[in-house]
């Protein structure tokens, strides 16, 4: 499986961006998906996961309300919808493809996930 993310960029505090990630090698319908990111310094954290059936998802708290996660396993995609950015927000963001339950403790943690993107960057300004 093979991940590419997208979508990244520069925008105010207060601004709008979607992020995008396409799958390809393989449908990616049976991995559960997941968004994290890697603020300047600090260690990836998760943002926000989805599991194999779109339905069942979950945020960490600091993006509740503001972002949210989306798949379309006919297109082999998965999005995460970011609104209201604040500066603390800037981070590089990687999409992940992982077999891991959306009811397991694991579905928070990168080491779960087998499948990276390359990473995209949004820079939010103050």
């Known amino acids: 499986v093979q991940l590419q993310a997208s979508g990244g960029g520069l925008v105010q505090a207060g601004g709008s961006l979607r992020l995008s990630c396409a799958a390809s090698g393989r449908s990616v319908s049976s991995y559960s998906m997941g968004w994290f990111r890697q603020p300047p310094g600090k260690e990836r954290e998760f943002v926000a996961g989805?599991?194999?059936?779109?339905?069942?998802?979950d945020y960490a708290d600091f993006v509740k309300g503001r972002f949210t996660i989306s798949r379309d396993s006919a297109k082999n995609t998965v999005s995460l919808q970011m609104n209201s950015l604040r500066p603390e927000d800037t981070a590089v963001y990687f999409c992940a493809a992982g077999i891991v339950s959306h009811s397991n403790i694991a579905f928070y943690k990168d080491s779960s996930y087998q499948y990276w993107g390359q990473g995209t960057l949004v820079t939010v300004s103050s």
């Open positions: 989805v599991g194999r059936n779109g339905r069942n998802k």
